[in-house]
């Protein structure tokens, strides 16, 4: 296990003929138990134009973090980082428009927490 995490999260602003692009980040493993406490510590000490769902339910009620990491469909907030991780991919979930970065256009499906 490495004290490290490589993270790549793709990055677009959602708009026809603008490409999307990876951001490759890399960042202390200590703290890091969940994907949205990678995406929070990026936001917070990295990067703070990284857009994605935050301060919502946050137990896996609402959906609203959903993202792809590694390729498959997860929660952010429930999603757990393993002692084996040693690179994260946080792609936008698919079935949604991109807004911007991790951020999809949900509509009237997204259930709020509240
Ligand atoms: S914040 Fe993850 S499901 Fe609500």
């Not at 510590?41 to 959903?66: F, M, S, W």
Request: charged fraction near 30%; aromatic fraction near 6%.
């Amino acid at each position: 296990m490495t004290d490290r995490v490589v993270v790549k999260i793709l990055r677009s602003h959602g708009q026809a003929g603008v490409s999307s692009k990876y951001q490759t980040y890399e960042i202390p493993r200590d703290g890091m138990t969940r994907v949205l406490d990678v995406l929070d510590y990026i936001y917070k000490n990295v990067d703070p134009t990284l857009a994605y769902r935050r301060h919502l339910c946050n137990d896996g009620q609402c959906r609203a973090c959903e993202v792809r990491v590694n390729g498959k469909k997860s929660l952010a907030c429930l999603k757990a980082i393993k002692a084996d991780d040693a690179e994260l991919t946080i792609e936008p979930t698919d079935e949604y428009p991109v807004v911007k970065d991790l951020i999809v256009d949900y509509g009237s499906d997204l259930k709020r927490g509240d």
